[in-house]
C-alpha cells in the first residue's frame, strides 16, 4: 500500500507550507501510485483552493507518519473497533488540535467513524490509519457533540463519501458557533494547520434512538438531554457492547462543562446501569470500565454542585467561588488551571437559580 504525500503551501504566503497526507487505498502498489498520482493529487489540490500544491510523491504509510503527524496510532479496543487517543494539550502549531479521541468501526460492508478530529490533518491521519485496516467504503461520520476538537476534520471524511450523523440540536449548535470556533482553532495552530478544517453541519439528525447498520453489524445512537453540552450523542456498537460516550465521559483531563451539570451527572448516572464491555472516553485512555470508568468525573461534578451550593447558600460572589471552589481537585486532573474555572462559573450560573 502506498499514500500521496502532498507539498502544499498557503496561497499568496509561500512560507506557510506543510505536508499532507492523501490514502488511496489498499490495492496501491509504487507503479500505480506513480501513473494515478497526479490525478489524485489535482483532485486533492481542486478541493482546497487555499493550498498551493508545490509537489506529490509516493511513500509508504511509515514515510508519511513521519510528517507534520508525527507517530500518529489507533489501537483496536474491541473486535473491529479501533480508538485514536488524543492529547491533553491545547491546540498549537505542533498539536494540531489532537486533542480529543476518535475512532472507527468496520461492519460487513462499511466503516463508521465516530468523532472527526480536530483538524484536516488529524482526519487524514485517521483515514490513513483506516486505509491500512480495510478498504470497505466510510459510509458514515458520527459526531458525538459540538465541540471543535471532535469536528473540525469533519470534510475529510464528507469528501470520502461519508453521511454525517450529529443530535438533532447538532445543526443549530454548530451555526452559531461556526466563524468562532474556525477563527480560534486558526488563530492556534495556523493557517496552514488549519487548512482544509470546516465547520460541518449533519446531513441527518438523531432524537431518541436510531440504529445504522454497517453489514451485519448494528450501532445504536442515542441522543441526550442537556449534559456536557445540549447535542451529546452516544454510539454503541451492538456486536462487541463498546459504548462511545464521547465528552460524557472525562479521564485524566479535567472536564469541561458546557451545558448543565445537574443534567451531565443525571445522564450519566442513567448510562450507569447499561450492560456495556467497555467505554471509550471523549479524553483519556482508549477504553475504560463502566461504570468504573466515571467514578473519578463523578466526584469531581458532584464535589462542585456540594460546594457551589454552599457558597451561594453564604452569598458569596461568583469571583469568590472562582478562587476557592473545588481547589482540592487540581492534583487529579491534567489542564486543571485552564477548564476548572470556566466550570465553576458555568455551573455558580446554573445553581444561583436552583
Ligand atoms: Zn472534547
Ligand atoms: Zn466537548
Known amino acids: 500500500m502506498y499514500e500521496l504525500l502532498l507539498a ?50 509516493c511513500v509508504e504509510p511509515e514515510e508519511a507518519a513521519a510528517g507534520p503527524v508525527g507517530a500518529y496510532s489507533v489501537t483496536e479496543v474491541a473486535d473491529g473497533v479501533f480508538v485514536h487517543r488524543g492529547q491533553h494539550a491545547i491546540p498549537s502549531a505542533e498539536n494540531l488540535n489532537d486533542t480529543s479521541n476518535t475512532g472507527f468501526i468496520i461492519g460487513g460492508d462499511a466503516v463508521a467513524v465516530v468523532d472527526a478530529g480536530g483538524s484536516a490533518v488529524m482526519a487524514e491521519a485517521l483515514l490513513a490509519e483506516i486505509r491500512e485496516v480495510t478498504d470497505k467504503p466510510v459510509k458514515y461520520l458520527i459526531l458525538t457533540h459540538m465541540h471543535p476538537d471532535h469536528v473540525l476534520g469533519a ?72 449534559a456536557h453540552t445540549d447535542n451529546d450523542l452516544t454510539v454503541l456498537d451492538k456486536q462487541t457492547g463498546t459504548l462511545f460516550l464521547g465528552d460524557l465521559l472525562f479521564a485524566e483531563h479535567t472536564p469541561a462543562l458546557d451545558g448543565s451539570i445537574l443534567g451531565w ?69 491534567v489542564l486543571f488551571d485552564e477548564f476548572h474555572p470556566r466550570n465553576v462559573t458555568a455551573a455558580f450560573k446554573e445553581l444561583e437559580w436552583e
Not at 461556526?178 to 480560534?184: G, R, S
Open 155 to 226: 470534510q475529510v471524511f464528507k469528501d470520502a463519501g461519508a453521511t454525517v450523523i450529529g443530535h438533532k440540536k447538532l445543526d443549530r449548535a454548530l451555526k452559531a458557533r461556526a466563524q468562532t470556533y474556525e477563527d480560534n482553532l486558526k488563530r492556534l495552530i495556523g493557517d496552514a494547520g488549519y487548512a482544509g478544517s470546516a465547520i460541518v453541519v449533519p446531513d441527518e439528525g438523531v432524537t431518541g434512538s436510531r440504529e445504522i447498520d454497517l453489514g451485519g453489524r448494528l450501532l445504536v445512537l442515542e441522543a441526550h438531554p442537556t
Open 265 to 333: 451527572l443525571k445522564v450519566v448516572e442513567g448510562l450507569k446501569t447499561r450492560a456495556v464491555s467497555g467505554v471509550v472516553p471523549g479524553h483519556g485512555p482508549v477504553l475504560l470500565d463502566w461504570p468504573d470508568g466515571s467514578l473519578p468525573m463523578v466526584a469531581y461534578l458532584e464535589a462542585l454542585v456540594g460546594s457551589l451550593r454552599t457558597s451561594i447558600a453564604k452569598g458569596e460572589t461568583m469571583s469568590k467561588a472562582i478562587r476557592t471552589v473545588g481547589d482540592e481537585h487540581r492534583e487529579n486532573w
Open 8 to 57: 502544499v503551501c498557503i496561497n499568496g504566503d509561500p512560507a506557510q507550507c506543510m505536508e499532507r497526507r492523501l490514502p488511496l487505498g489498499e490495492d496501491m502498489n509504487m507503479m500505480r501510485c506513480m501513473r494515478e498520482g497526479l490525478v489524485h493529487a489535482q483532485k486533492w489540490a481542486d478541493a482546497h483552493p487555499d493550498l498551493e500544491l508545490k509537489k506529490w510523491r
